[in-house]
């Protein structure tokens, strides 16, 4: 929704001001039009503009003078500076003060129009402008006409003997004016309830947000809650089964030492005794193999380690080789370049390539030189090759050596699960006790439990 836009004319030929009025109202902006720089900038001082377009030539305040005036009344508003001819000097001294664009007077009316909204930043006609400046020239005749001449020094041209079309035309657009302010006040509270009916909505949205937040933070802890009760009740039901398996185990047997026999004293410490034999023999057993296998493995560690270090020395030898060779290629690529250096040097101090003997075979210096690099090269590339050789050996006895760590690491992985399960097992039991008197044995038969602890060293009643 856009507002009209506020003009002020300020221009000293009637005709010319009477032309720019019909142009831009026509286009629908409200003009104010004025005809000397005092009343436009008292004016000036009590309505605001949007657009200002003012006369270079003023009568009372040539050149820039009034623009320095309204510039400091209203420093914001643009300024379209009206000339009769356009200079360079001139637009470039109004770029200068501020102007924003320069328009000579006698261009095609359209053309200053499109410049107009330009200035404004209001969007282009669709459709071509209806005033043409024959429209301008009808109309302007038909105003001289009906004035008579007699005021046409006022701005508006004869404002005093109006005709009544039109006063009654400028009454019909107050009152569409007035009907258009009512709808925008209209539109105004329309667009302020909606806007505060927007802002409560978003003020709700963002409470229930912060509910829907809030609430499924509980659900989160709840679910986190019902989580851990059912871990609670099902380990108290797990232990729940665990107590009914051992009772059911006691009194399967509570009922099979009633049905069964008593065993006497003497059979049941023989084949507690051979059991407890059996078992200290297979500990024994398995304490010395884990002693051999111990012992084995301090000796794989042993030479593991000492591996290590000869791989480490190999690889220190190899790095000093590796210097040497570089050093030594740097010192050939030296002398190279310093035998390059000296035949090119033999060469541009000899004699015409035609007439001079080659340095290759009359001086046999440079040839044993040759030769030595030659040589030295041969060496070079034999040491390259060699060291290749021995950094593939290195490479292939580490990934050995790392096989070997492997099967060690997996060896004591083993070792400690065998250690694990000979400390689970029971420690061996004391010297058998003497065989208990007869009465004794009555009691045993009586109390097999007793007669157990009597065995393994318990306490006796």
Do not use: C
């Amino acid at each position: 929704m856009n507002l009209v836009k506020k003009i002020l004319v300020v221009h000293g030929d009637a005709k010319v001001r009477r032309r720019l009025v019909l142009l831009l109202a026509d286009a629908g902006f409200d003009v104010r039009a004025f005809a000397t720089p005092e009343s436009a900038a008292d004016n000036a001082r009590s309505e605001w503009y949007d657009l200002a377009a003012v006369d270079h030539e003023l009568s009372g305040a040539p050149g820039f003078v009034f623009v320095d005036m309204l510039k400091k009344i209203q420093p914001t508003v643009p300024v379209l500076l009206l000339v009769s001819k356009l200079e360079l000097p001139l637009v470039v001294q109004g770029i200068r003060l501020g102007v924003a664009d320069v328009v000579a007077t006698h261009e095609d009316p359209r053309v200053m129009l499109r410049r107009v909204r330009t200035l404004l930043r209001l969007e282009p006609a669709l459709e071509p402008e209806g005033v043409t400046p024959e429209d301008l020239a009808q109309v302007e005749s038909m105003l001289e006409n009906l004035s008579g001449g007699a005021n046409s020094a006022h701005p508006l041209g004869a404002h005093t003997q109006e005709p009544g079309a039109d006063l009654l035309r400028l009454t019909k657009e107050k009152a569409v004016l007035e009907a258009r302010v009512e709808r925008l006040q209209h539109e105004k509270s329309a667009v302020e309830a909606e806007l505060k009916t927007l802002l409560t909505q978003n003020a709700d949205g963002t409470r229930l947000q912060a509910e829907v937040a809030e609430l499924r933070s509980e659900r989160e802890l709840a679910e986190a809650t019902q989580a851990a009760i059912d871990q609670k009740a099902r380990e108290l039901s797990e232990t729940r089964a665990a107590i009914a398996s051992e009772r059911s185990a006691l009194e399967a047997e509570r009922r099979s030492r009633e049905t069964t026999p008593p065993i006497t004293a003497p059979e049941k410490g023989a084949s507690e005794r051979e059991e407890i034999n059996a078992w200290r023999e297979k500990l024994a057993a398995e304490e010395d193999q884990l002693a051999e296998e111990s012992a084995r493995l301090r000796d794989e560690t042993t030479r593991f380690a000492q591996e290590r270090r000869r791989w480490h020395e190999d690889m220190d030898l190899l790095a000093t080789q590796e210097q040497n060779l570089r050093v030594y290629e740097d010192r050939l690529r030296k002398i190279q370049a310093q035998l390059e250096a000296d035949r090119v040097l033999w060469f541009s101090q000899s004699t015409p390539a035609a007439a001079a003997p080659s340095p290759l075979t009359s001086d046999a210096g440079l040839r044993e030189a040759w030769a030595k690099l030659q040589r030295a090269t041969e060496l070079l590339e034999a040491e390259r090759s060699n060291f290749r050789d021995e950094r593939l050996a290195i490479q292939e006895h580490h990934s050995s050596v790392k096989r070997r760590e492997e099967q060690v690491r997996d060896r004591e992985i083993q070792l400690s699960l065998r250690e694990k399960k000979l400390s689970s097992l029971p420690p061996p039991p004391p010297p058998a006790a003497p065989p208990p008197p007869p009465s004794a044995v009555k009691s045993l038969t009586r109390a097999p439990m007793e007669m157990a602890r009597a065995v393994f060293g318990g306490k006796k009643d």
